[in-house]
């Protein structure tokens, strides 16, 4: 999407008539402009050139903006509130000369104030000095009429043209007056004199462009808050680094490093952009990117990202992210993205702006024609004209949904929820059914010790201490979780292991002294020790909690079981039950086995299991649930792109893949599932709060209009003095954005007022394909496989047997020592064998 920075936008009839003009050149797919940021997003291959043309054509300024690496941080000063200081010494000039016009023509008119006895009784000159202050005035606010006379040339009138023409209907009637004054002056018609003396509308033609300087200004102040959270994000870009060059350190600009330079970090500093450490350790304060405030150590080959903050130790870094590819960067992309871009709710309010200028004219056209027709003055159908002119307001509609969708994403990205476009922040909150990965996503991701089981006259210590010695030699990813254990634990060190083999699938054998030590699974253990029920019934239970129990045994004695799962994120159970809460089914898809992913699925407590499914199966599953209703995936792996993308809305954890991130519409930072029912509320928080923003836009025009036009005068006697139509049109966008920023104080993670959807489905006997349907499944062969011994040995050969050509599906089970192999075309055992024997586990036989 390339980005463009538009100026003269007003409201939003010139945001529709700049969103129009660039939608007809050549070669553009889709355009969105935001009135809230005056920036405009253009896909396809249209000529910048021509975009600018177009746009200049149709009234408006233009220019494209750079590149990321160059213009992130200038982006910042794109978004700073110029408009404000502008707008408020226009106000005090205006209110300069205002003050003692509003003195003479109402002070002194309707509450006799005291004037300078020069201007007593001399009518014509209290009309000339009228005519002098709002002469004045109308220069003050000069960009109003030009702004305005320039969008009605253009055939797009805006905002300022109705402005623009009730001021100057107010000043030329005034005009007229002064003029029939000077003449009744003449033939001493006093009486006329007097009469004319109260049809002046100077004040007002003045009062309506200041009261209208006053609600851009608020309106413009208002808006200034909105984007504080993009602002803030840019803030925290650091502008230099120190790196090394030529074996000395030097400070350059951020633009200036490149990837591969080596770069260095004092504490108190922050990162200047992502990195691997190469020497040092610290702990590092993330809270800018992730929310959390407190620090987490880093040290040698621990990555380490642009905007951190390093809170102690010296770091030596070696750049592998920079400019626009930073995750600070990318993150402030996903935000100005999201401005940029349009919500399927502002859709309506855009038809209606785009109309309303127009239909507004002709209102008050008929206005003055219906009142002159029925015999009113023309002083009485003027002012009706012209309050009906400046009392409608396309501005309120046309801020009604970019500034509900910036506060949200802005309260989005405080918390480490990142929508990536108005669409997904719209979207997410009308999810019926949540897909939620397991692996990385309900689990940690990383295999830990769960449960410790010494056989008596063993204490844990000294069991966890002989599986220590035993699996520290050894790469198995159950491995790394006893040796966290251990760690975790400050168990000593006290054996050496000697003569150490690793059985591939099966154990590990070594020597400790003169005892031989053994690990594994229970079969490869029952070779040399015996297993008792109690021990066997107890594997089993564990094993039916989704845990894998490893055996220990010493000189032909069992020493203890040490069960090892991939165990579920502390939040994991409470996000499950708020999104039920909500009103939303929560499917779990794994590919694990049913009965880890059932043990797995009762802990977190989800209303679906789904196992056994392929990547592509996933993607299969996502499709049946779309059928049932709004479906979000939630993942992290590559294997979960596919599914991200189906889904209606794909949810990224932070922490999983680039890929991933990139096939979703919604990244949370912080890596918790508790963030999944935060978005989600958020999300209906906001549409909520634009529905109200409508509502009010829409009912201000409704009861507005009819009322400045007179429609209650004969019946009520109500009739709107084009003073207070002005008043009430400066004030009605100031009060859209003002309840926009209310969602400041939304409170993400509180689930107290959650509610449920209407229509909440409910899915049963969902029969999902884990296959893809392109070939008819022929033929199964069950091959018998020894040394398998966890869920991470059946991936492994699940991922061999099912990367043959004319293989659909392998289920494997690492617990029968089974892979039912299905093919649709005739494969022959030797290549089974080889190919699992090529893995290190080995096949007895094929049936």
Known sequence: MEQYQVTGMSCAACSARVEKAVSSVEGVTSCSVSLLTNSMGVEGTADPSAIIKAIEDAGYGAKKKGTQTQSSFSDEDLLKDRETPVLRKRLIASLCFLIPLMYLSMGHMMWNWPIPKILEGNHVAMGLIQLLFTTIIMVINQKFFISGFKSLFHKAPNMDTLVALGSAASYGYSVYILFAMTDAQMHQNMDAVMKYMHEFYFESAAMILTLITVGKMLEARSKGKTTDALKSLMKLAPKTAVVIRNGQEMEVAIEQVNQGDIFVVKPGENIPVDGIIIEGNSALNESALTGESIPVDKKEGDAVSAATLNTSGYLKCEATRVGEDTTL???????????????????????????????????????????????????????????????????????????????????????????????SLEETGKTQIVALDKTGTITSGKPQVTDMVPVDGISEEDLLSMAYALEKKSEHPLAHAILQKAEETQINDNFEIKDFQAVAGNGLSGKIENEMIYGGNQRFIEKYAMISASMIKKSEELANQGKTPLFFACDNQLIGIIAVADVIKEDSPQAVKELQNMGIHVVMLTGDNERTAKAIGEQAGVDQVIAGVLPEGKESVI???????????VGDGINDAPALTRADMGIAIGAGTDIAIDAADVVLMKSRLSDVPAAIRLSRATLKNIHENLFWAFIYNIIGIPLAAGAWYMLLGWKLNPMFGAAAMSLSSFCVVTNALRLNFFKIHDA????????????????????????????????????????????????????????????????????????????????????????????????
């Open 329 to 423: 960067s990318q993150i402030i992309q996903m935000v100005s993205d999201a401005a940029a871009t349009k919500a399927p709710i502002a859709k309506v309010a855009d038809k209606v702006s785009g109309v309303f200028v127009p239909t507004v004219i002709c209102i008050a056209l008929a206005t003055i024609a219906i009142w002159l027709l029925v015999g009113q003055s023309f002083g009485f159908a003027l002012a009706r004209g012209i309050s009906v002119l400046v009392i409608s307001c396309p501005c309120a509609l046309g801020l009604a949904t970019p500034v509900a969708i910036m506060v949200g994403n802005g309260m989005g990205a405080k918390h480490g929820i990142m929508f990536k476009t108005a669409v």
């Open 623 to 633: 499709r049946d649930l779309k059928e049932k209703g709004k479906v979000a995936m």
């Open 752 to 847: 107290s007022k959650d509610k449920k959807i209407k229509n909440s489905v409910v899915l049963e006997n969902i029969q999902v394909q884990n296959t893809t349907k392109q070939e008819e499944i022929t033929m199964k062969k069950t091959m018998k496989i020894e040394g398998m011994m966890c869920g991470h040995c059946e991936a492994t050969v699940k991922k061999a047997l099912e990367s043959i050509d004319g293989v659909t599906e392998a289920v494997v089970s690492h617990e029968s020592g089974t892979a039912v192999v299905s093919m649709t075309t005739e494969i022959s055992d030797e290549v089974l064998t080889q190919t699992i024997e090529d893995k290190d586990y080995k096949v007895t036989g094929i049936e």
